[in-house]
């Protein structure tokens, strides 16, 4: 994963991808920190990589809603651009430890653990960034779709959030090898 900067310096016949931008995964955590998390805080990386996930794949957390439910329609018009893999605890991206760094070196989001959990937290300064990303226009129907996850899911644990994607995706995901790609 690369910086926006230094991906202008590959030849101009490389196609471009947002996925390989760490700042396309930086600002989709500030708005999932803002819109997903109470007061600009998630309790611990499960829970943070279970409401992404339902995020990224907005068509397992319609899935999601009617089992609880509360049905919802979500566009998938917005669909983000960047997969998830299986890994020990369900949905996982392994560029996460490499975002978070880049966020926390900017100070727009701090780490603290408590009890073996990382909370993650907005700074003051990631709280008025992420307040600007979710009033750009390009990013409306992201917004949208965090907002009804927070509400739905958000105050879910990441171990609550885990066993349902477990109990409800058992083919599509349970079932799958670890490391591979969620489709």
């Not at 990303?133 to 885990?162: D, F, H, N, W």
């Amino acid at each position: 994963m690369r910086r926006l900067l230094s991906l202008g310096q590959l030849p101009a016949s490389i196609p471009l991808r947002a996925d390989a931008a760490v700042e396309f995964h930086a600002a989709r955590l500030l708005l999932l920190l803002l819109l997903c998390g109470k007061d600009g805080r998630i309790d611990g990386l499960t829970k943070m990589a279970k409401l992404d996930f339902f995020v990224r794949y907005p068509q397992f957390f319609e899935r999601a809603c009617a089992e609880l439910q509360t049905p919802v329609h979500v566009s998938t018009d917005f669909a983000v651009e960047s997969t998830m893999i299986r890994y020990h605890y369900g949905p996982w991206d392994e560029r996460y430890y490499h975002v978070l760094a880049y966020l926390r070196s900017r100070a727009l989001v701090r780490v603290e653990i408590a009890d073996k959990t990382y909370e993650l937290l907005l700074t003051d300064l990631g709280q008025l960034m992420a307040k600007k990303i979710a009033a750009e226009p390009s990013y409306s129907q992201l917004v949208e779709c965090m907002e009804l996850v927070g509400e739905r899911l958000g105050s879910k644990t990441g171990t609550q959030l885990k066993s349902l994607i477990y109990k409800l995706f058992d083919k599509e995901i349970a079932q799958l090898p670890r490391g591979e790609v969620i489709q």
